[in-house]
């Protein structure tokens, strides 16, 4: 019985079976031939990357870029030695490349597929690389991604030419003197807010609790980044947009400090963060990381993150902050545009507004580029034309539209000049708002090393500020130049500790340089990829007296002025230079027997037509901060034995954690 019923149900199986495997044979003849060309084509692209990779292999690891010059160990096939020096910590990238390069330097290096470059050391090699090519070539994975957040028209992604020149001569007319001067009073504004945030905090022993340095009444436990993120993003939003996103107001104090959980993570493994971003801003910070987030190189292959289409979670919340940028930034922008057609006359910067934004600047240079570039723009040299207040010369009162910009526009043309200037306004938050807050943390870091310079920064924001009032002083009450000593603590900061990588340029023509080797020279033919590490060349004797020591007065000296006061100027480096002061102190190692720094020796914020187009903006907010922060507080870090530990994040690199402890000056 046992087998007639297994005999009955195997030979029902076989008959279920049998149109099943007929339905699949037909489907499998029917959908094979559709497939055959992708398979096809996949087998063929996975054997050409296998052949590419053996000789690209056998090339990059038995050939040196340059016969003339040496080149360093771990190359990636494909990529070459970026994804090495991308692994780095910045500091150790002058021992790397002094280590492997000539006497004069020089380095040779793979990029990608089988494209050479090369990096220098010595600060005039690289002045002339900087100052005679303006053009720049990113990797087309790094711009894909860059220009999808950013924009068509990014500035730092545009690789040169006359388009990326006409987009840096309207970005150039944001941060002229005379903007910066009308934005200094927000600025101040918001460091006294961020300040007295601190303040308040310090007087209620907020963000720590028992076993941090921190802990008790008069101080505050936080980490560094955390509140120079909001301070930048705050100075970002009024001063180049006119928006408000709120950080450090007292009312919403409380509220802050309960979302992010303040006195529940203090202590020596982690800091308390007691600021909280709004939702907005959260979507800028999003923003910011995801071009870093999708340009890992282990993302390079992955799908998920390479096509924006895919339905995954991460593309869906990519999306929604993107349209939350997208949105806001066409309501400002808009607003602006309306205004620019309807009353074109500004007032002029001599210190009577300081309401203006750079976005009204950047709209009015837009329309003028759009409806009268540059080409068919008046002559500079006629009398008959009017100055704008963006304009590099001193402005008049007011500014009459030119007759070829419309009253009205098309919805094409306002769209496309929406797009324009917000793809230039988000990449200026990219490009500064990050760097700065990373900058303001290792000042922090530096001057807990260095109390003496806290003291100094103290004693000379009394002097410029006044002593601290319950009122918010005003850009009337004080001259940002006059913060000297905070301006050279700022400068010496990002000397050593640098937000921003490398820096690349093409070569435009033939250059040839000294090997360091008798008379030898190296030619680099035009289309090489040249590669600054300013840490790198910061870190080099050669360009810096005591190069890897925090010594603010290398840029600065006590002088008596003609009212017998004595305060902080910056030295002169020619001058000292022709003088050639040869006493020997009775202490070399002092900061006061440093000699003068060579300004030309400097690229933190990079040299030639290619420079950093927001520095002024990015030394006024810094150097503002410094002296607000240390005439109210002192800070030291909150951990005995800290050790600064970085990290990388798409083109900057900063600090992995930074606790430090604010406490309250009772000068």
């Known amino acids: 019985m046992n087998q007639t019923r297994s005999m009955f149900e195997s030979t029902t199986q076989t008959a279920v079976l049998l149109p099943q495997t ?48 040496p080149t360093i160990p771990h190359v990636h096939w494909l990529l070459g030695h970026f994804p090495h020096l991308h692994t780095l910590e910045p500091s150790s990238h002058h021992t790397l490349f002094s280590t492997h390069s000539s006497p004069s330097g020089i380095t040779g290096l793979w990029g990608d597929i089988d494209r050479r470059a090369f990096h220098v050391l010595r600060a005039d090699h690289a002045r002339a690389v900087l100052r005679q090519n303006s053009s720049r070539e990113p990797m087309k994975f790094l711009a894909r991604h860059g220009f999808k957040t950013l924009g068509a028209e990014s500035l730092i992604l545009v690789p040169g030419g006359a388009r990326w020149r006409r987009q840096r001569g309207v970005v150039a007319r944001m941060f002229t003197v005379d ?39 008069g101080r505050v436990c936080m980490e560094a980044l955390n509140l120079f993120e909001l301070y930048s993003l705050l100075v970002f939003g009024r001063v180049s947009m006119g928006y408000d996103f709120g950080f450090f107001k007292k009312e919403d104090q409380e509220a802050v400090a309960v979302e992010r959980g303040h006195g529940e993570c ?36 992955n799908p998920k993150t390479q096509f924006y289409s895919f339905p995954t979670e991460y593309n869906q919340e990519y999306k929604f902050h993107s349209n939350v940028v997208r949105q806001l930034m066409a309501e400002i922008i808009g607003q602006e545009l309306d205004k620019s057609l309807t009353n074109y006359d500004i007032k002029d910067a001599e210190g009577k507004d300081d309401s203006a934004n750079l976005v009204t600047h950047l709209v009015k240079a837009t329309l003028e580029e759009q409806f009268q570039p540059s080409s068919q723009a008046p002559s500079s040299k006629s009398t008959d034309a009017p100055k704008c207040p963006f304009a590099t010369s001193t402005p008049s009162r007011t500014c009459t539209v030119h007759s070829s910009i419309p009253a009205t526009m098309t919805r094409s043309q306002r769209e496309e000049t929406i797009d324009n200037v917000s793809s ?39 002097r410029v500020l006044g002593p601290r009032t319950t009122d918010t002083p005003t850009y009337q009450d004080f001259d940002p130049e006059d913060l000297v000593y905070c301006r050279a603590v700022f400068t010496e900061t990002i000397r050593i500790h640098l937000p921003v990588i490398f820096t690349t340029r093409v070569l435009e023509k033939d250059m040839t340089f000294d090997t360091g080797v008798g008379d030898d020279r190296v030619t680099f033919p035009r289309g090489t990829k040249a590669i600054i590490s300013p840490t790198a060349i910061h870190a080099d004797e ?72 927001g520095k002024r903006l990015a030394i006024l907010e810094s150097s503002v901060m410094i002296a607000m922060m240390f005439r109210d507080l002192r800070v030291e870090l ?30």
């Not at 909280?276 to 890992?296: I, Y």
């Not at 810096?544 to 000296?557: G, L, T």
Request: charged letters at 25%; proline letters at 5%; aromatic letters at 10%.
């Open 22 to 69: 007929a339905t699949m044979a037909a489907l499998s003849s029917s959908i094979s031939p559709l497939l055959a060309l992708p398979l096809l084509l996949f087998i063929g692209f996975a054997a050409y990357l296998s052949v590419l990779k053996v000789r690209l292999s056998e090339k990059k690891n038995k050939t040196p870029p340059f016969e003339e010059i």
């Open 179 to 217: 903007a910066m001067r009308e934005g200094r009073g927000a600025v101040l504004r918001c460091a006294a807010e961020a300040v007295g945030w601190l303040v308040r905090a310090c007087e209620e022993g907020r963000g720590s609790r028992e076993g941090c340095l921190g802990h008790g009444e």
């Open 266 to 301: 203090c202590g020596q493994m982690q800091t308390c963060r007691c600021l909280s971003l709004s939702a907005v801003a959260n979507s800028f910070a999003f923003l910011q990381n995801d071009v870093a987030t999708r340009s890992k190189p282990q993302n390079l292959f």
């Open 424 to 462: 230039i306004l988000r990449t200026l938050l990219m490009a500064g708002f990050e760097t700065t807050a990373v900058s303001l943390s290792y000042v922090v870091y530096f001057l807990s090393l260095h109390p003496r310079c806290q003291d100094q920064c103290y004693e000379e924001a009394i």
């Open 542 to 613: 050669r360009n810096f007296e005591r190069a890897k020591e925090f010594v603010p007065e290398r840029w600065v000296k006590r002088q008596v002025d003609d009212q017998g006061v004595e305060r902080w100027v910056e030295r002169n480096y020619e001058e000292e230079k022709k003088e050639n002061v040869s006493s020997v102190p009775s202490d070399p190692m002092t900061p006061e027997s440093i000699s003068a720094a060579n300004p030309q020796n400097f690229f933190s914020f990079s040299d030639g037509a290619r420079n950093c187009v």
């Open 638 to 667: 909150a951990e005995d034995k800290f050790e600064l530990v970085t990290k990388r994040k798409f083109a900057t690199v900063g600090p992995v954690r930074l606790p430090v402890v604010f406490r309250r000056r009772e000068d």
